[in-house]
C-alpha cells in the first residue's frame, strides 16, 4: 500500500469514529527529532500528531541505544515517510524518480530515559508565542473586530469576535489562526485560489480549503504552544470530510502540503518571498 494511502485510511479512521484527528491534544510544538531538533515536515506532522503521547519529542531506534536508553514494553514505533531520488533511464535519458521510504520512531515517551518529566505549562496565561506568531506576519491582513469570524478576501480582512467572547483564549487563537491561514491564498500571497464567492462555495474548493485552514491552524497551535480548540461546529463537517477524502485519497495529501506551505509562509515569510 502506497504511503499516502496508510496516513488517509487512518484519518478516515479517526473521522467515522467522530475524531477530527488535526484536533491534537498536546501542545508542545511541531513534531520533531529529539536528537537533531529537526521538525518533521509534510504529512508526517499529520501522522504525529495523530498520536495520543503528551510530548512531541521522537527518536530512532538507533538514536535510542546510543543514548543507552530502552524502548518500554509493548510500544508502537511510528512510521514516517521520506522521499529519495533514484536514477532511471528513459528513452536514452537519465531523470530522477522520487521513491518513496521511511523508517520508524518512537515518542520519547515510551523510553525509559530517567530524567523525563512531563513539561506543564499554563496555556492560558503564557500567550507569548501564539501572539508572536501574529506579529510576526509581515503582511497579514488586517485584523478587525466583529461579531463573527471570516477572511474577506477581497478586501483582506480577517474579522473575529472580541477574546473575552470565547470560551477560552485558545478558542481565540486556534480560530485567528483558522482564518490567518485562509488569508494566504490571496493573489497576493500564496495564490492558492482565486475565485468568485459562488465559484469558491459551491465547488469542492471549499471542502479542500477548510482542511488546508483546519491543519494550517493545527500546525500554528503547536508553534504557539497551545491546545487546538478550532470552531465547534467542525463537527458537523465530519461527513462531508470523508465523502471527500473517500472520492480522491489524495485531497486530503494535498491539503496538507499546502497547509504546510501556508504555514511556512506566515512564520517564514522571507523564504516564501524567495521561492
Not at 462531508?240 to 496538507?256: E, F, G, P, T, V
Request: overall charge positive; some cysteine; proline content about 2%.
Amino acid at each position: 500500500m502506497k504511503a499516502y494511502e496508510i496516513l488517509v485510511n487512518q484519518v478516515i479512521e479517526k473521522l467515522e469514529q467522530w475524531v477530527v484527528p488535526w484536533k491534537q491534544s498536546w501542545i508542545w510544538g511541531i513534531p520533531c527529532n529529539y536528537v537533531t531538533n529537526k521538525s518533521y515536515r509534510w504529512f508526517n506532522r499529520l501522522i504525529l500528531s495523530m498520536n495520543e503521547f503528551s510530548d512531541n519529542r521522537y527518536l530512532t531506534f538507533k538514536q535510542i541505544v546510543k543514548l543507552w536508553w530502552k524502548i518500554k514494553k509493548w510500544s508502537k514505533s511510528t512510521r514516517v515517510y521520506y522521499y529519495q531520488l533514484k536514477e532511471k533511464d528513459v528513452e536514452d535519458e537519465t531523470i530522477n524518480i522520487p521513491i518513496t521510504k521511511y523508517y520508524n520512531v518512537f515518542n520519547i515517551e515510551q523510553t525509559t530515559w530517567i530524567k523525563y518529566q512531563t513539561r506543564i505549562v499554563d496555556i492560558d496565561s503564557d500567550l507569548t508565542n501564539a501572539k508572536s506568531i501574529i506579529d510576526n506576519y509581515i503582511d497579514k491582513p488586517i485584523i478587525k473586530d466583529w461579531i463573527m469570524a471570516s477572511y474577506d478576501v477581497t478586501n483582506d480582512i480577517i474579522t473575529i469576535p472580541l477574546i473575552e467572547k470565547f470560551k477560552s483564549s485558545k478558542a481565540y487563537f486556534s480560530t485567528l489562526f483558522h482564518e490567518l491561514i485562509h488569508s494566504t491564498w490571496s493573489k497576493a500571497r500564496l495564490n492558492r485560489i482565486w475565485l468568485s464567492w459562488i465559484e469558491y462555495y459551491w465547488t469542492d474548493n471549499y471542502s479542500k480549503e477548510e482542511l488546508v485552514a483546519e491543519m494550517g491552524a493545527m500546525f500554528l497551535c503547536m508553534e504557539g504552544w497551545i491546545l487546538n480548540d478550532t470552531k465547534e461546529e467542525s463537527i458537523s463537517y465530519i461527513n462531508w470530510w470523508l465523502n471527500y477524502i473517500k472520492w480522491n485519497k489524495k485531497h486530503l495529501i494535498n491539503a496538507s502540503i499546502l497547509a504546510e506551505k501556508a504555514v511556512d509562509y506566515i512564520l517564514w515569510y522571507h523564504i516564501a518571498k524567495q521561492n
